[in-house]
């Protein structure tokens, strides 16, 4: 099993910029790892991913430029750095983590889930 609590959500102005944490445990460090949004009344949507190692990324075409993901596994933790937020960007923000080594954008084909923490950008 695997835990994943996110941190680092809140309300920001347009413009600006947060640093969202995932914390892991329950078991080696060693998956692909990727952050999703959801919106009000809209579907779960892609945002970034990591490979185990950090040596692979790869971004929703939304948040390509301002957003980045990075990882540290001495510390079982994964971040979104989010800047340039623009108000489209308001949603909760949900870690993941995929077992299998996918490079998949497919919420379905991801494992475990943390509780998602949300993101509110003003205009």
């Known amino acids: 099993q695997v835990q994943l609590v996110e941190s680092g959500g809140g309300l920001v102005q347009a413009g600006g910029s947060l640093r969202l944490s995932c914390a892991a445990s329950?078991?080696?460090?060693?998956?692909?790892m990727g952050w999703f949004r959801q919106a009000p009344r809209k579907e779960r949507e892609f945002v970034a991913a990591?490979?185990?190692?950090?040596?692979?990324?790869y971004y929703a075409d939304s948040v390509k430029g301002r957003f980045t993901i990075s990882r540290d596994n001495a510390k079982n933790t994964v971040f979104l750095q989010m800047g340039s937020l623009k108000p489209e960007d308001t949603a909760a923000y949900y870690c993941a983590a995929e077992t299998s080594g996918l490079r998949t954008t497919n919420s379905r084909d991801w494992d475990y889930w943390g509780q998602g923490t949300r993101v509110t950008v003003s205009s």
């Open positions: 990591i490979s185990w190692n950090g040596g692979s990324t």
């Open positions: 329950g078991r080696t460090f060693t998956d692909t």
